[in-house]
Every structure is written in C-alpha cells, then in structure tokens.
C-alpha cells in the first residue's frame, strides 16, 4: 500500500562502476576512490571541498557523499564539481542530517541543515529552481529517501510516505515535529 512505503536509497550504487567517497574519512567506501580534506589512513586525494576537485571530467559513474554536505560552506560549487566529474547518467549519493533532527545542530562544524526539498534547486521543472537558478549546471532528477539507514517501523513507513508526498504541508506542520527523521539521502542523476 502506498501509504505505508518506506523507501529505502539503492545502496547498492557504492558497488558498481568507479565511485568517489568524498569526504570519506577514516570509513571509505570499499573500493571507491577516497577523498578527504585530511590524509586519514585510506584516502587516496587530498584536496580542498571549497575548491576545484584535481579530476577530470567524466571520470566516475557514482560520487558518495556519507555526511559531508552539511560541513562545506561551498555547496553549490562542491555539486558543481560532483556534476563535473561524474559521468553522463551518473549518480550522486548523498546522506545528510534532516533539519528537525537534534544531531544537525549539536555538531558545531555544520555549517547547514537540509530539508526535502533542499537539493531541488539543481533539478529542472522544480518549484526550487524556477525560483533559485543558480547556475545552468542541472541534474535530471532527484529522488529523496527519509531515514534509509534506519529499520522499517510502521511509523516510519507512514510518515515517510507523508513526508515525500506533500514536503511542504508536512514540514511546515506540527507532524514533522511530532516525528522528526534524523537524515535525508539525496540521489541526484545527471
């Protein structure tokens, strides 16, 4: 039934193809190429996310993106890069914190929060972007999953449903404060 789907990301994108971690850390996907703005043990780039990212074009079918967006002060540059590098029908892969979630503003490094609709303003024919064209760099689309990591509870099935159906009426309600997810997980096609 429609109204009780909780839709899960496809996870299984980090395992096909050439992927980049960006921001990886010390957890860098197995098998992707890690990316990080420190040397920790495993990350094969080091390099700025503010700035230009040192690849080429076209070179990776997926770019991973686990709690990362939230600390870059150079979001629409960093999306620009990922756009850049990625290859044509390629996959963006992103989780960051919900803005109703505690755990998005106890850390004192976010520098943002995001909401559903948030990545909208780099896909054409959204609401978003008719009102914020930032750039003429677009996705095709952009699927949003709530909570993906977390088990299928029937609550969470129903207010994910909510949620995705009408992002607006439900954000701007009392239901998102009487169930707040904790993450958000963007796929962003090119």
């Not at 972007?129 to 129903?158: G, H, I, K, N, Q």
């Not at 992002?167 to 998102?176: G, R, V």
Request: glycine share 6%.
């Amino acid at each position: 039934m429609g109204l009780f789907r909780h839709k899960k990301a496809p996870l299984s994108l980090l395992t096909s193809g050439a992927v980049l971690d960006i921001g990886c850390g010390t957890h860098k996907t197995p098998g992707a190429t890690g990316l990080d703005t420190r040397a920790f043990a495993g990350v094969d780039i080091v390099c700025d996310l503010e700035g230009a990212l040192p690849l080429d074009d076209n070179s990776y079918d997926v770019v991973f993106a686990n709690q990362v967006l939230e600390h870059v002060t150079n979001l629409i540059g960093l999306v620009h890069e990922v756009h850049r590098v990625l290859k044509p029908g390629g996959s963006f892969l992103a989780h960051v914190p919900y803005f109703r979630s505690a755990w998005a503003h106890c850390d004192l490094t976010h520098v943002r929060s995001f909401t559903i609709q948030s990545m909208d303003i780099f896909v054409p024919g959204t609401f978003a972007r008719s009102v914020y064209t930032v750039s003429d760099m677009t996705f095709s689309r952009c699927d949003v999953f709530l909570d993906t990591e977390y088990p299928s509870t029937l609550a969470r099935r129903f207010f994910s449903s909510l949620a995705l159906r009408n992002p607006q009426k439900f954000e701007n309600s009392a239901l998102s404060f009487v169930y707040p997810f904790e993450q958000l997980t963007f796929l962003l096609i090119k």
